[in-house]
């Protein structure tokens, strides 16, 4: 059960701004890693925005990095000088050394052992992927059912998507209480607290109030902040900040061409699962509200132009898309904040903010209390 939280504002969060000297940490990373068809591995890491790399020869299947940061701090490992090439593995260094077992070069099944970060990590990532496999799953019920109009399992499958998703939620408010003062906390907030697209700006600002205060100078620790601040320049209330994207044939759009409409601006992808799950929702307001002044804006997070078209086409979304096709990258869901999908927000007239994240029926009773039947 979670403790009573405390309410945070962004204002208070950077009063609360102190330095705190922070001790050398030197670490030593061994690895054993049998039948490697590489003779060289790199270990990568961020500081400021910038990549580092380190590199270091195999040796009788081992290997051994070693060296020192000013706080703890994530590292990956990959063969190749270029920090975002794969397979990667990561790993959070602190005072423990930290040893990496793996077998012909699948890095990303590694196992690793370390420190009490570390650890703490490695069991947000075994939560996560048991997600992911089991969304997996409900994804493909739901094809299933959808396929063969059982309409009573699709909706079954929604509703599930629903509690699955809460739950995740849940579960990572009670890691982050329990680990006040780990980075991974900071970096599970920055990271992964929006895969719950029903996150508000309160619940947000509620586990950044759960941070130790003394670890909100650290690098995580100003990562989750930022990730508050993202949000709170989106916050209902007030004005959609201006953007401009092409549509498939090229057609620049402002957002504020749609001054004088409501608008629900969608973020989404063609190989998003939930994505498309949502869509038969989106598809129903749209076509029950689109004349008596609503649309929808689509803004895909897709980089193959193609896959892009064809589920507009097959799932009938009927209003404006734009895209730059750089996929996660995408200039407007950046500028939002956006890292995880599916996520929307709905403007007035005057383009004001006053809702956010409308899943399922949602969508409708919120529309519904705007137009009336």
Same mark, same amino acid.
């Given at each position: 059960?979670?403790?009573?939280?405390?309410?945070?504002?962004?204002?208070? +969060?950077?009063?609360?701004?102190?330095? *705190?000297?922070?001790?050398?940490?030197?670490?030593?990373?061994?690895?054993?890693?049998?039948?490697?068809?590489?003779?060289?591995?790199?270990?990568? *890491?961020?500081?400021?925005? $910038?990549?580092?790399?380190?590199?270091? *020869?195999?040796?009788?299947?081992?290997?051994?990095?070693?060296?020192? +940061?000013?706080?703890?701090?994530?590292?990956?490992?990959?063969?190749?000088?270029?920090?975002?090439?794969?397979? &990667?593995?990561?790993?959070?260094?602190?005072?423990?050394?930290?040893? +990496?077992?793996?077998?012909?070069?699948?890095?990303?099944?590694?196992? =690793?052992?370390?420190?009490?970060?570390? $650890?703490?990590?490695? $069991?947000?990532?075994?939560?996560?992927?048991?997600?992911?496999?089991?969304?997996?799953?409900?994804?493909?019920?739901?094809?299933?059912?959808?396929?063969?109009?059982?309409?009573? @399992?699709?909706?079954?499958?929604?509703? $599930?998507?629903?509690?699955?998703?809460?739950?995740?939620?849940?579960?990572?408010?009670?890691?982050?209480?329990?680990? @006040?003062?780990?980075?991974? @906390?900071?970096? =599970?907030?920055?990271?992964?607290?929006?895969?719950?697209?029903?996150?508000?700006?309160?619940?947000?600002?509620?586990?950044?109030?759960?941070?130790?205060?003394?670890?909100?100078?650290?690098?995580?620790?100003?990562?989750?902040?930022?990730?508050?601040?993202?949000?709170?320049?989106?916050?209902?209330?007030?004005?959609?900040?201006?953007?401009?994207?092409?549509?498939?044939?090229?057609?620049? +759009?402002?957002?504020?061409?749609?001054?004088?409409?409501?608008?629900?601006?969608?973020?989404?992808?063609?190989?998003?699962?939930?994505?498309?799950?949502?869509?038969?929702?989106?598809?129903?307001?749209?076509?029950?509200?689109?004349?008596?002044?609503?649309?929808?804006?689509?803004?895909?997070?897709?980089?193959?132009?193609?896959?892009?078209?064809?589920?507009?086409?097959?799932?009938?979304?009927?209003?404006? *898309?734009?895209?730059?096709?750089?996929?996660?990258?995408?200039?407007?869901?950046?500028?939002?904040?956006?890292?995880?999908?599916?996520? &929307?927000?709905?403007?007035?007239?005057?383009?004001?903010? =006053?809702?956010?994240?409308?899943?399922?029926?949602?969508?409708?009773?919120?529309?519904?209390?705007?137009?009336?039947?």
């Amino acid at each position: 059960m979670l403790r009573t939280f405390y309410s945070i504002t962004l204002v208070s +969060v950077l009063l609360i701004l102190s330095l *705190h000297a922070q001790p050398t940490i030197k670490y030593a990373i061994t690895g054993d890693i049998k039948g490697s068809k590489y003779t060289k591995i790199y270990l990568h *890491h961020k500081w400021n925005n $910038e990549f580092k790399t380190d590199s270091t *020869h195999i040796k009788n299947n081992t290997f051994v990095f070693k060296g020192t +940061v000013s706080e703890v701090n994530m590292y990956w490992l990959n063969f190749d000088r270029n920090p975002l090439a794969a397979p &990667n593995t990561s790993f959070f260094i602190d005072q423990s050394k930290i040893m +990496v077992n793996t077998h012909q070069d699948s890095l990303y099944n590694a196992r =690793i052992k370390g420190g009490k970060e570390q $650890e703490y990590y490695t $069991e947000y990532k075994r939560m996560m992927n048991n997600f992911g496999l089991q969304q997996q799953s409900l994804y493909q019920r739901y094809n299933e059912a959808l396929q063969k109009n059982e309409a009573t @399992s699709v909706s079954q499958t929604q509703v $599930e998507f629903t509690e699955l998703t809460q739950n995740v939620k849940k579960t990572l408010k009670e890691m982050i209480q329990t680990h @006040s003062a780990s980075p991974v @906390s900071g970096y =599970i907030i920055y990271q992964e607290f929006n895969n719950n697209p029903n996150i508000s700006l309160a619940e947000l600002e509620e586990v950044v109030g759960y941070l130790d205060k003394n670890f909100l100078n650290t690098k995580f620790g100003k990562l989750a902040q930022q990730k508050l601040m993202q949000i709170n320049g989106t916050a209902i209330g007030k004005k959609i900040m201006e953007f401009v994207q092409n549509t498939p044939d090229g057609k620049p +759009v402002n957002i504020r061409d749609f001054e004088g409409q409501y608008v629900l601006i969608d973020f989404w992808a063609s190989w998003c699962g939930p994505c498309r799950v949502e869509n038969p929702y989106v598809v129903s307001a749209y076509n029950k509200y689109k004349n008596k002044g609503f649309t929808i804006l689509g803004v895909s997070l897709d980089q193959n132009q193609n896959a892009w078209l064809k589920a507009i086409e097959k799932d009938g979304l009927t209003w404006t *898309h734009i895209s730059d096709l750089k996929g996660w990258g995408n200039t407007v869901a950046q500028a939002f904040g956006i890292t995880s999908i599916p996520q &929307n927000i709905l403007i007035d007239k005057q383009g004001v903010i =006053i809702a956010k994240n409308l899943r399922g029926e949602s969508l409708q009773k919120k529309l519904q209390e705007i137009f009336g039947e």
